[in-house]
């Protein structure tokens, strides 16, 4: 299964209309953002074996944050890869960007940012992230958090947000979903 189906925070809840585009033509979209304790960059089909690992080591965390049914359980290194290479080609088409968080020296992937439009609400793109279980106590996804929200206020096209389970309530969240579907 694609995790980009299974994230139910962050999946094609709300896709620009055919012909649209999630960000305009002429931004240069982010490669690297870097800081004192982690580097993000774009999710490749390289990063399966070291995301597979974060994933499977974190799937009771990963199960409460995103509510995604039984995802991860069960799922193989050849589904991570297919998932990888779904969230690759995306990020090469501009229509979502999925971000692997790194460590600085790059041997361990500690977690993952994706941004997908999201066009209600008044919301332009909904970001959702995750850190894995073991970096938990150290305090990492707060600083994941304050890093991409103020990353994407002062680099991305955005004029506004939507943080899920963070400075929006899931049930606020799940509201403004119901609301598309209707």
């Not at 690992?53 to 990963?62: E, F, I, M, R």
């Not at 779904?86 to 692997?100: L, M």
């Not at 103020?150 to 609301?179: C, T």
Request: proline residues 4%; contains cysteine.
């Amino acid at each position: 299964m694609l995790r980009i189906a299974l994230f139910g925070l962050a999946c094609l809840l709300a896709v620009p209309a055919s012909g649209e585009q999630f960000v305009p033509a002429d931004f240069d979209v982010p490669k690297v953002l870097e800081t004192d304790r982690v580097r993000l960059r774009m999710l490749t089909v390289n990063d399966v074996v070291r995301d597979y690992d974060a994933v499977v080591s974190s799937t009771d965390h990963l199960q409460e944050t995103f509510s995604s049914g039984s995802w991860p359980i069960g799922l193989t290194l050849e589904q991570n890869l297919i998932d990888l290479g779904w969230h690759q080609k995306e990020f090469q088409q501009r229509t979502s960007f999925a971000y692997t968080v790194v460590s600085l020296d790059e041997d361990i992937v500690l977690g993952c940012l994706y941004i997908n439009p999201f066009t209600i609400g008044g919301y332009d793109a909904i970001a959702s992230m995750w850190v894995r279980t073991d970096m938990l106590d150290a305090g990492l996804d707060q600083h994941l958090y304050e890093t991409v929200k103020r990353w994407l206020a002062e680099e991305w096209p955005f004029d506004k947000v939507a943080y899920p389970r963070r400075d929006l309530p899931l049930d606020a969240y799940n509201k403004l979903r119901n609301q598309q579907n209707d």
